[in-house]
C-alpha cells in the first residue's frame, strides 16, 4: 500500500502548489517544469522526462486535461488514454516528483505560480525565439529568464510518437 501512497503524493492542485514548491525551495532544491499531454507513454517520453529531471531536483509535469488535448487538434480520438490513467502511469515513473492538471491552452498559469529554476521542453521549440506566435515559442519564458531561471530544450528521440504508434496500431 506504500507505493500507492507514493502515486497519489505525487499528485497536487494549482493550490496546494505553491506551498509545496516553497517547501522544496526551503531545502534548497532546484525546481524543473516542463509541461505535455504524455498520451501513450513510450521511450521517447521516459527519456525526456528523465533528461529533464537530471536538469535540477524536482520536476514539476504540467499535465494537459483531457479537454486541452482534445483543443490541441490532435484527432477526435485523442487523448487515447484520460487524464488519471496517464497521470497515473507518469506519476510511476521514480523522477516524475508532482504532477498538476491544466485545462488552459497553455501552461503559462502553472510556470507562474511555480517560477521554476529550469523551463524544459522538446527540441522541436526554440529557447531563444522572442515572438510568442511563433510554433517554436516556448510559454513561460519570459517568466522564467526575468527570475534568474534558465529556459532549456532536450533533443527528440527518433522514431517515437503518440501518432506514430496510433498510425502502427491501425494497419
Do not use: W
Not at 68 to 84: A, C, H, L, M, T
Not at 88 to 96: E, K, P, Q, R, S
Not at 115 to 122: C, F, M, Q
Not at 143 to 167: E, Q
Amino acid at each position: 500500500m506504500e507505493h500507492l501512497k507514493n502515486l497519489q503524493h505525487k499528485f497536487t492542485s494549482p493550490e496546494e502548489l505553491t506551498e509545496r514548491i516553497a517547501s522544496y525551495r526551503q531545502r534548497g532544491k532546484m525546481v524543473v517544469f516542463t509541461n505535455g499531454c504524455f498520451d501513450i507513454l513510450h521511450k521517447g517520453h521516459v527519456m525526456y522526462l528523465a533528461k529533464a529531471a537530471e536538469q535540477g531536483d524536482v520536476l514539476v509535469l504540467g499535465l494537459n486535461s483531457d479537454a486541452s488535448v482534445k483543443r490541441q487538434g490532435k484527432g477526435e480520438e485523442r487523448p487515447i488514454n484520460p487524464y488519471d490513467a496517464r497521470a497515473t502511469v507518469l506519476a510511476g515513473l521514480g523522477f516524475v516528483d508532482l504532477i498538476v492538471e491544466f485545462d488552459e491552452e497553455t501552461p503559462i498559469g502553472l510556470i507562474e505560480l511555480v517560477v521554476p529554476d529550469v523551463l524544459v521542453k522538446g527540441g522541436d521549440y526554440d529557447p531563444e525565439e522572442e515572438d510568442h506566435t511563433q510554433k517554436s515559442y516556448i510559454v513561460g519564458r519570459d517568466v522564467v529568464l526575468a527570475n534568474g531561471g534558465t529556459v532549456t530544450t532536450i533533443p527528440l528521440v527518433d522514431g517515437f510518437s503518440t501518432t506514430g504508434i496510433i498510425k502502427k496500431l491501425r494497419r
